[in-house]
């Protein structure tokens, strides 16, 4: 009995590393499947021939006294007043980037509303 206990462990303990290499591992920072399907973010240039909405990832404020600003936006850690792409981070706000493309403004918003009047913060 004790071999056949010790068999079948040593069995398992074999095929363990062969079944999790097949797991595929999940981002946990990855918005739910259900946000990232829709449009996550609200702005005025669609139909401007803009080739893909930027994607806000992150806000990053500094403590104070200066409380520097960053975003990161599609990979791209960017500063207010900086430039992303053909855009001017005009405004980084808590929960938005304000990007100004000339006269244009485009709002990116990191966490947008959930269907139901739930915000993706948990909040109600």
């Known amino acids: 009995m004790d071999s056949t206990v010790k068999r079948l462990l040593g069995v398992v303990g074999l095929a363990l590393p062969l079944l999790a290499g097949a797991q595929q ?14 449009p996550a973010q609200a702005g005025n240039m669609e139909g401007e021939g803009v080739p893909a909405a930027p994607r806000l990832q992150s806000i990053l404020i500094g403590a104070a006294p200066n409380n520097r600003r960053l975003a990161v936006i599609d990979g791209v850690t960017v500063a207010q007043g900086g430039k992303f792409a053909d855009a001017v981070v005009e405004r980084i706000n808590d929960n938005s980037v304000v990007l100004r493309r000339g006269k244009l403004r485009e709002t990116l918003i990191l966490f947008p509303q959930i269907p139901g009047g739930l915000q993706a913060s948990g909040k109600k």
């Open 25 to 38: 591992l999940q981002d946990p920072t990855r918005a739910p499947a259900g946000l990232a399907s829709g």
